[in-house]
C-alpha cells in the first residue's frame, strides 16, 4: 500500500520567514495530494492541494509543489504569521473506487512573534 | 450547513464497555470515513464508506464496527473497548472519492481506562 512520510515532525521559525514542509510518497500511482491544517482542538482543515498534472499551486502565501519523477512534494508559507502556528499534514490519495488516503504523521510549526 | 457533527466530544470507558460514536453530514456527500489519531502518528483509517449500503476496512479496522446507517449519518462502535484504543477520533466526508476534499468533523476524545 501507500506509505507517506513527512519531514520535518516540528518546525520553528520566526515570524515573516518562509516555512517548508516536505512529502514522499511510494505508490507512483497516486494523483491527488491535498494538505490540511490542524488548529488545537479541532479537525484538520484543507488548506491547499495539487493533482498530478500539475507541478505547482498557489493561493496566496501558501504554495505547494510536486515532482512526480521524485515522488515528493512539498509545503511552502512565506511571510508567516503567528496564525500560522498549527500541525500540518500531507496526503496522498489513488483515484479508484476504494477512495483511500494516506497521511503523513504531520509538522507542528510554530511561528515566534 | 453544519458540515460535519460528531458526538459525543469527549468520552471516558472502563475496558470492556461498548459503545458508538456518531458523525453527521449535510453536504450530500456520498463518501465519509472514520480516522484515528493518536500522538505522533497523524491519520490512520479505520473504516470507510464510499457510497450509502457500502462499508470497507481501512488501516486499523481490528475492534472496530461501523455502520452507514444513511447518507448522512456513519456510526463507529467499539464493542469491547480496550486501552489502546485510547484516541481521537475524526470523521469526515467527501463527495465522491478519497480525491475529492474531505471535510472533517471536530473529534471526539476516547479515554478507556
Not at chain 1, 482543515?45 to 510536486?66: F, H, M, P, W
Not at chain 1, 512539498?74 to 496564525?83: G, K, R, W
Not at chain 2, 463518501?31 to 502518528?41: E, F, I, L, T
Amino acid at each position: 500500500g501507500e506509505n507517506v512520510e513527512q519531514h520535518p515532525s516540528t518546525l520553528s521559525v520566526q515570524e515573516g520567514d518562509s516555512a517548508v514542509i516536505k512529502c514522499t510518497y511510494s505508490d507512483s500511482a497516486s494523483n491527488y495530494f491535498p494538505w490540511y491544517k490542524q488548529e488545537l482542538g479541532k479537525g484538520p482543515q484543507l488548506i491547499i492541494d495539487i493533482r498530478s498534472n500539475v507541478g505547482e499551486k498557489k493561493d496566496q502565501r501558501i504554495a505547494v509543489t510536486l515532482n512526480k519523477t521524485a515522488k515528493h512534494f512539498s509545503l511552502h508559507i512565506t511571510e508567516t504569521q503567528p496564525e500560522d502556528s498549527a500541525v500540518y499534514f500531507c496526503a496522498a490519495s489513488l483515484n479508484t473506487n476504494a477512495g483511500k488516503s494516506t497521511f503523513g504523521d504531520g509538522t507542528t510549526l510554530t511561528v515566534k512573534p | 450547513n453544519a458540515g460535519v457533527t460528531q458526538t459525543p466530544k469527549f468520552q471516558v470507558l472502563k475496558t470492556g464497555q461498548s459503545m458508538t460514536l456518531q458523525c453527521a453530514q449535510d453536504m450530500n456527500h456520498n463518501s465519509m470515513y472514520w480516522y484515528r489519531q493518536d500522538p505522533g502518528m497523524g491519520l490512520r483509517l479505520i473504516y470507510y464508506s464510499a457510497s450509502e449500503g457500502t462499508t470497507d476496512k481501512g488501516e486499523v479496522p481490528n475492534g472496530y464496527n461501523v455502520s452507514r446507517l444513511n447518507k448522512r449519518e456513519f456510526s463507529l462502535r467499539l464493542e469491547s473497548a480496550a486501552p489502546s484504543q485510547t484516541s481521537v477520533y475524526f470523521c469526515a466526508s467527501s463527495v465522491m472519492t478519497s480525491t475529492d476534499t474531505q471535510y472533517f468533523g471536530p473529534g471526539t476524545r476516547l479515554t478507556v481506562l
